[in-house]
């Protein structure tokens, strides 16, 4: 996992038309801004997309000038490798320390990684709490790569630090 950071959610509202998602997302990539995860589903009326990109500014301008309606809301993006379970994990830690999550969804890429994106009630303390585990998580993965230091002797000790 390489941490927590906040990014800005945009979501864009509009008749479902069979064209809207490949039309949206063609003008998101062609302000420059890749899209990192996105989310669409139907609410009975509308089709709603919702996606966070490298630069959100430029992605609502582009949106925007193409007559899209688009909401932004703040909302916390890890990157982790793509493992199954890990943000359904992460989801319930998140629980456990008090932090509720409004919604969530994650986005797959070719390169085994992983974006998942946290609306909370508090996203301060998600990012701080997040980025603790994890440290806690590398930390662990290095310890299990290197093998634990053997003890010196205390002659051994005294040998290579005698003056």
Known sequence: MNGATRQT????RSSNQPSLLSRLMAITVSCGAEVL???????????VVRLVTEHGDRTIRALTDAGFNCQSDPVV??????????PALMAAKLAVAGIR?????ASHSDDHR??????????DRAIRFLNVEAL??????AKR???APEMETAEAYAEAHAA
Not at 77 to 86: C, I, K, Q, S
Not at 101 to 105: A, C, H, L, P, T
Not at 114 to 123: K, S
């Open 9 to 12: 959610q945009i979501t864009v």
């Open 37 to 47: 995860a996105a989310s669409s589903h139907c609410d009975g009326v509308n089709t």
């Open 77 to 86: 993006l890890v990157e982790l490798r793509d493992e199954p379970g890990l």
């Open 101 to 105: 999550v409004r919604q969530s969804y």
């Open 114 to 123: 992983a974006h998942v994106v946290f609306q909370t009630i508090d996203d």
């Open 136 to 141: 806690i998580r590398a930390l662990a993965a």
């Open 145 to 147: 790569r290197r093998p």
